[in-house]
């Protein structure tokens, strides 16, 4: 794990502050279950593992913990927080509302050459994750897709507002790539998006995207079943309907 751990910290930028690194990196870690739900978190032994003292790993526990992601229990530590599928699914119907949005504006008014130059990049880069199976890289550049799209019509509190809601959200997205859904189907999802932002079709964008982010409620009740250790038991009454929707 600290091979792992390390090797984030190594994809973080130094220019950042020690704090801000350490929060990217365990965010990143508890989102790819390198920090699995329900596990016990040490000030101590993370601040060894990046010889920083004990301070930055504290506010970052308290960020994570905003996020959705930790919890810390007075007297008995801190701990990596199960996927709340009520969780999940709010972050889900927050995201839907913005990145359709975000879609109908770029149809609207067009996107320029390169933005939709480098969103086709991106497309291209994640068809070269499918052979090799490189699911954590696919998951970066779905994340610059999106971004890109977003901050391309510049709406960069869109995408603000998109990253601090899907915490528990991007979990589920990584625990579903590939076998619950595989990564050849997401990049036809992101090709219908730019092709009818393209052809600035506002109706069909809207509709693309809308079937881009609904794709999580086709996912999550196979995870559930598939990783119940990672889930909080209790059941959410509106999962079953919202799969179906």
Not at 3 to 26: I, M
Not at 116 to 126: S, T
Not at 157 to 164: D, F, G, I, L, R
Request: hydrophobic letters at 40%; glycine letters at 2%.
């Amino acid at each position: 794990m600290n091979a792992t751990l390390q090797a984030l910290w190594q994809e973080t930028r130094d220019s950042d502050s020690v704090r801000q690194r350490l929060y990217q990196v365990l965010r990143q870690s508890i989102i790819r279950m390198v920090l699995a739900p329900g596990q016990a978190l040490s000030e101590k032994e993370l601040a060894d593992t990046f010889s920083v003292s004990r301070q930055p790993v504290r506010e970052a526990f308290i960020r994570l913990s905003e996020a959705g992601l930790v919890e810390v229990r007075p007297q008995r530590g801190t701990f990596v927080v199960k996927i709340s599928q009520q969780a999940v699914l709010e972050a889900r119907f927050v995201r839907e509302a913005v990145e359709v949005a975000v879609a109908r504006e770029a149809a609207t008014r067009g996107l320029g050459k390169p933005v939709l130059a480098d969103l086709r990049e991106l497309i291209e880069r994640q068809r070269r994750c499918i052979e090799p199976a490189d699911h954590d890289r696919f998951f970066l550049l779905d994340e610059a897709f999106h971004r890109t799209l977003s901050l391309g019509i510049g709406q960069q509190t869109a995408w603000k507002v998109t990253e601090e809601v899907k915490a528990q959200l991007d979990r589920v997205r990584y625990l579903s790539i590939p076998d619950s859904t595989p990564i050849d189907k997401l990049i036809e999802q992101h090709e219908a998006i730019v092709e009818a932002i393209e052809r600035r079709d506002v109706e069909a964008a809207a509709e693309a995207m809308c079937v881009h982010q609904c794709e999580i409620l086709q996912s999550l009740p196979d995870l559930v079943r598939r990783f119940p250790e990672m889930f909080q038991t209790s059941q959410t009454p509106s999962l079953a309907e919202e799969a179906k929707a």
